[in-house]
């Protein structure tokens, strides 16, 4: 049972990887971040089975500080799009050297 | 570095005496330096503006006697200001401190001297002052080395230059710059003493490069012209070239002897192979500074034009003092000097030639200056032939007679000028006052100097019982001597034998003689005999100069006249004791003469002696009666009326064209090289171009390949983080 939860939890991290590599759009990105969030929680779980319940004291953290990211992270992409009128990520690239 | 003589320091006969209190001789002209200096600098502030630019050439020539200078040049310029200025407003203090610490310090030496003369003297003493460069191997102490060589050149310096400081206080006295000057000399006699008071060659050459910088300083004393800060820097720059040579000689010493000290030196000397490869680089390399300091061939163009100075300073530092420094420097290390016979062979020759060709150039000169410099370079060829051949005390000898009578001849020159160019100033006439073709007939207006340059000129021209014929007398019969029976003559130059050498030598010694006999003579003609053409309106204001300036020419005629006494022949031991400076010489120079001619004692018959001794005479003669018999004093015309010069005359009185050549050969490829390949090769292209902008480039070569991985897309910077979280998972994995 372990081993399939953990691999899930592969799966889903990497397919959260791939999407903030892949995509452009700032609202997918945010996705797949969360996705890779949820991986993480997923085997914080899982592992919880052998090493106690601290594992599930982690997730609820992890989703609290998600919640926290998820409204600054919006809001920061709502500011982004009244300024530039879009939220593909690559026409914003003030950081350029 | 243990000094041989130390050891002997405490028990020094010397010690109790006087003499230690040597020290005290060259701080007291550099006391007199201290308080003229400060003198000048407060001065300065008040008295004519410190810009020379503006104001202060005009005083200092229009100041009438003071500023007795820049001949050529004096048309150039307008006399606006023909005022009498009021003297420095610190002229009194300075004419009490400036010769009086040169007062002090003969009066020191001469107690010193007696001191001296009343003890057994087996080793030199030498008092050591402080330690003064403690390095690795190198162990150098300031050291005093009292000796009878150093003795006899610190009373020719310290006496003389008594009398021309005396001198100078009537030849400057309303110059502005009066307190410069005097700071200058003073500071000029306080190297020169450390020059010949030296214990090690690196204190000698303090006191070499020091008088250095004073003859730079006094050459350019009048700098506000430009052709007399151009002969200051001229002196300076042909004068470092001598000295790269003193450097490498002392670089060779320390390497090869282990020791810089002069004692030391002359120590290990004595160990080195006979003629070997040391010696003989260490002697050539120390002639080559001599040639710059003294103005031998190849370097003594500067000389001449260091006329452009005051003429005091002409008749102490470019006559009696620091142009022999090279003669006194040849004497001292005459133990590596004695074992090089080919160097001595260089030396001997260089000198001949030298006296011989400034000789010539001296017959057509008109500058009353410029014949008494060329005579100087000439006189000085005459030293380094007496030293050269060994003959250290003729050498030497010759310096001091020299010393009286070249800077009576100077001085007397400067007393001339001075008339000259008070008369031309009373008149505001500004033509040439030291051009002798102005002068003529002087002898009835300055009859005191008249007869004393007259004592000069039979002097240097070695008419009997004259200083300078006892002195030149020594130094022919020296080289004649060694033509036979000597290292000297065993060794070859550039593969001529030694004897044929000095032969030569010997023969352009005799027809120098004969030069110097007639420009001098000429000198005297037209300068002192003969109609004045110094024009009708100046001639009432020519006078004889104050006795401030007349008294140091008296004592010094005197000397001139008797000096001669100092070491007299025993060929003419009739007339006085034989050999006084030979004698007092004997522990410095005497091994090492014997050691040129091969342990014997350099003798010649009697009759070959008096036949030597008879063509001096004859020749000293002739050259003055042929300058009577073919000079014609009255049908010389004005300077201004001269016609110019043609064929051999016109070289003669362009000296040969050596500094165009020189020029030509010289400076202009110089010029040309700093300009094009370091100037705009080298430090436009490479040190501007490649370091300079190079390394800009490179920075902003690496800023922009910096910045080329700063694009700004989230992307970019999510994959580098991704490959950057795996290398570290892999590196921590596999490791």
Known sequence: MLAEALALSAVLFAIGVIGVLTRRNAIIIFMCVELMLNAVNLSFVALSTLYGASGQVFVVFTMTVAAAEAAVGLAIIIAIFRHVKTVNLQNINLLKG | ?735
């Open chain 2, 1 to 735: 570095m243990m000094n041989p003589a130390m050891t002997f320091e405490g028990a020094h006969p010397l010690a109790a005496t006087i003499a230690r209190l040597v020290w005290l001789l060259p701080l007291l002209p550099l006391l007199g330096f201290l308080i003229n200096g400060a003198l000048a600098m407060l001065g300065a502030a008040k008295i004519g503006p410190a810009d020379p630019s503006e104001g202060h050439h005009s005083e200092g020539h229009g100041n009438g006697h003071g500023g007795v200078h820049g001949h050529e040049h004096d048309d150039a310029h307008d006399h606006a200001d023909h005022g009498h200025p009021p003297r420095h407003k610190f002229a009194g203090i300075v004419s009490l401190v400036g010769p009086g610490v040169l007062v002090a310090a003969f009066l020191l030496a001469s107690a010193i001297f007696f001191a001296m003369r009343g003890v057994e003297m087996e080793h030199p003493y030498v008092l050591t002052l402080f330690s003064w460069m403690p390095v690795g191997d190198l162990n150098l102490n300031a050291t005093i080395l009292l000796d009878p060589l150093s003795m006899t050149m610190v009373m020719v310096v310290t006496g003389v230059g008594m009398l021309i400081h005396i001198f100078s206080v009537g030849y400057m006295q309303d110059d502005p710059g009066y307190p410069r000057y005097f700071a200058y000399l003073n500071l000029f006699v306080f190297f020169m003493l450390i020059l010949v008071l030296g214990g090690s060659y690196p204190l000698l050459f303090v006191g070499w490069e020091g008088v250095g910088l004073c003859s730079y300083l006094l050459i350019g004393f009048w700098f506000s012209e430009k052709a007399n800060a151009d002969a200051g820097k001229k002196a300076f720059i042909v004068n470092r070239i001598g000295d790269f040579g003193f450097l490498v000689a002392m670089f060779l010493m320390f390497a090869n002897l282990g020791t810089l000290d002069i004692l030391g030196v002359a120590d290990k000397a004595k160990d080195l192979p006979m003629g070997g490869a040391v010696a003989t680089a260490i002697a050539l390399f120390l002639f080559l500074g001599c040639t710059g300091k003294s103005a031998q061939i190849p370097l003594y163009t500067w000389l001449p034009d260091a006329m452009a100075g005051p003429t005091p300073v002409s008749a102490l530092i470019h006559a009696a003092t620091m142009v022999t420094a090279g003669v006194y420097l040849v004497a001292r290390a005459s133990g590596v000097f004695s074992m090089a016979p080919v160097a001595q062979l260089t030396v001997a020759a260089v000198g001949a030639l030298t006296a011989f060709f400034a000789a010539t150039i001296g017959l057509k000169q008109w500058d009353i200056k410029k014949v008494l410099a060329y005579s100087t370079v000439s006189q000085l060829g005459y030293m380094f032939v007496g030293v050269g051949v060994g003959a250290y005390v003729a050498g030497i000898f010759h310096l001091a007679t020299h010393a009286f009578f070249k800077a009576l001849l100077f001085l007397g020159s400067g007393s001339v000028i001075y008339a000259m160019h008070k008369a031309y100033h009373a008149t505001h006439n500004h033509d040439d006052a030291q051009d002798m073709r102005n002068m003529g007939g002087l002898r009835h207006h300055m009859p005191i100097t008249f007869c004393l340059m007259w004592i000069a000129t039979l002097a240097i021209a070695g008419i009997p019982l004259f200083s300078g014929f006892f002195s030149k007398d020594e130094i022919l019969a020296a080289v004649f001597a060694r033509t036979h029976g000597s290292t000297l003559a065993e060794a070859s130059l550039l593969g001529i034998p030694g004897s044929t050498v000095l032969f030569i030598v010997y023969g352009l010694g005799l027809v120098s003689a004969l030069m110097t006999a007639i420009y001098m003579t000429r000198m005297m003609l037209y300068t002192f005999h003969g109609p004045n053409r110094t024009g009708e309106a100046e001639r009432p204001h020519l006078a004889e100069a104050p006795w401030v300036m007349t008294g140091p020419l008296v004592v010094l005629g005197i000397l001139a006249a008797f000096g001669g006494w100092l070491n007299v022949p025993a060929l003419l031991g009739a007339i006085g004791p034989v050999g006084g400076l030979e004698h007092w010489l004997e522990p410095v120079v005497g091994e090492n003469a014997l050691r040129t001619t091969l342990g014997e004692a350099a003798h010649l018959s009697h009759s070959t002696e008096l036949v030597l001794v008879g063509t001096a005479i004859a020749i000293a003669v002739a050259g003055i009666a042929f300058a009577v018999w073919r000079l014609k004093p009255a049908a010389l015309v004005a300077k201004k009326d001269a016609p110019a010069a043609e064929g051999i005359a016109r070289v003669l009185e362009n000296k040969y064209f050596v500094d165009e050549g020189y020029d030509a050969a010289i400076v202009q490829p110089t010029v040309a090289v700093s300009r094009n390949v370091l100037w705009k090769g080298f430090d436009a292209g490479v040190i501007d171009g490649l370091f300079v902008n190079g390394s800009a480039l490179l920075a902003r070569a690496f800023g922009w390949m910096g910045s080329q991985l700063q694009t700004g897309h989230l992307g970019t910077y999510a994959w580098v983080l991704l490959i950057g979280v795996l290398t570290i998972l892999g590196a921590f994995t596999y490791r």
